[in-house]
């Protein structure tokens, strides 16, 4: 199997950001996030079992998941939030290891998986490497207020809220900082492209 090389971040630190300039570079993505819609789409067992367990209040019109309703209802309920959890993360684990097993003979040196919570579950012990996007709690939090709407408090209590980013720093073998200069952004992204696949080539050549 091809090697899978983790990468998290905290919440707007810029992962999505960091993930492309790994895809510019040839290697696929994985985002979690995808999967994530992928195993709670209308007809599924996963979106079933949501239904069942927290009721059809957590649908839109369309009969689809309503995600913004489904994560104000699990902020701050750690028991809804574990219930939910234990919902959707069998179910991404394997449809990620489907789509993983997609590139096998692909010609990139490695593959990329993108998730949030790979510290906070433990799932970062699966693969050979983790990559940590970090941003300063300020840009953060600028960020959500921009792009989500949130007030200052509300940000706030977002990135409170998640493991901080400097204990899932203590767990990277490589840390980009993503604090808005994207230029030097994409040069670490080289960097640790260049380093991972000499180290993957050397691996494969032993």
Known sequence: MKPVVGLTGGIASGK??????????????????DLAREVVEPGTPGLAQIVDEFGEDVLDDDGRLDRKKVGELVFGDEEARETLNAILHPRIGAAGAAHIAKYDDHDAPYVLYEAALLVETGAHKAFPVLVVVSAEESVQRLRLIARDGFTAAEANAR????????????????VVTNNGDLGATRRQVADVHEKLSARFASEAGK
């Open 16 to 33: 999505t950001t960091v993930s492309q300039m790994f895809a510019d570079l040839g290697i696929p993505v994985i985002d979690a996030d």
């Open 159 to 174: 990135i409170e809220s998640q493991l901080p980013l400097d204990t899932k720093v203590r767990y990277a073998d490589f």
